[in-house]
């Protein structure tokens, strides 16, 4: 496992847990919440491994004008926030990141599948998240249609709490996002 992935997940005490085993104490929000910060997670340790990468490449041939470029345009996140333009320079696959997860399982093109943690090859164009199979895919889309359904009434004061301070950290990182990127939520 790479060194700053462990040790981000050591910090942010997110162990891996599978989602949906039963010997977990949190509800399908708290989970999903889960994924979706590991899934965070996983973007920074990749975006910071291409940027070495390419970074070590440059030291090596400082006037290569494509690595330069290359460097300019690792893009943030590993699944695009929407459809692929051929031109984008952004998601051309000439560097992929050269980790493994929490699990010993190698970095897909698009990092690692947001629901079994396996690499990633592929991403669900609906919900823009990375998926290992169709399986995954369909598996995710269940688990947000039961996201959606209304909570039972004795979770629901708890829940309103997660809920909200789940959508203010998700402004906040969707304004900080813009800033670097210059796409606003």
């Known amino acids: 496992?790479?060194?700053t992935f462990?040790?981000?997940?050591?910090?942010?005490n997110m162990d891996y847990v599978?989602?949906?085993?039963?010997?977990?104490?949190?509800?399908?929000?708290?989970?999903?919440?889960?994924?979706?910060?590991?899934h965070l997670v996983?973007?920074?340790c990749i975006y910071n491994q291409k940027k070495v990468e390419v970074e070590t490449d440059l030291k090596e041939d400082p006037e290569n004008d494509n690595l330069k470029f290359e460097l300019?345009?690792?893009?943030?996140?590993?699944?695009?926030?929407?459809?692929?333009?051929?031109?984008?320079?952004?998601?051309?696959?000439?560097?992929?990141a050269d980790l493994e997860n929490e699990r010993g399982n190698p970095a897909g093109l698009f990092g690692w599948c947001f629901m079994c943690r396996l690499s990633a090859n592929l991403y669900c164009k609906d919900?823009?998240?990375p998926v290992c199979?169709?399986?995954c895919k369909l598996k995710h889309a269940e688990e947000l249609e039961n996201l959606?359904?209304?909570?039972?009434?004795?979770?629901v004061l708890a829940t309103t709490m997660y809920i909200d301070d789940a959508l203010e950290i998700f402004e906040y990182l969707c304004k900080m996002s813009g800033k670097d990127t210059g796409y606003v939520c």
């Open 1 to 3: 496992m790479n060194s």
């Open 6 to 12: 462990a040790a981000v997940l050591d910090q942010m």
């Open 18 to 38: 599978d989602i949906g085993s039963p010997t977990m104490k949190d509800g399908p929000v708290e989970r999903y919440i889960g994924s979706c910060l590991r």
């Open 42 to 44: 996983d973007d920074v």
């Open 72 to 96: 300019e345009h690792i893009p943030l996140r590993s699944v695009p926030a929407s459809s692929l333009d051929p031109n984008d320079g952004n998601y051309r696959v000439t560097y992929a």
């Open 127 to 129: 919900t823009r998240v």
């Open 133 to 135: 199979s169709v399986d």
């Open 148 to 155: 959606a359904k209304p909570p039972k009434t004795q979770e």
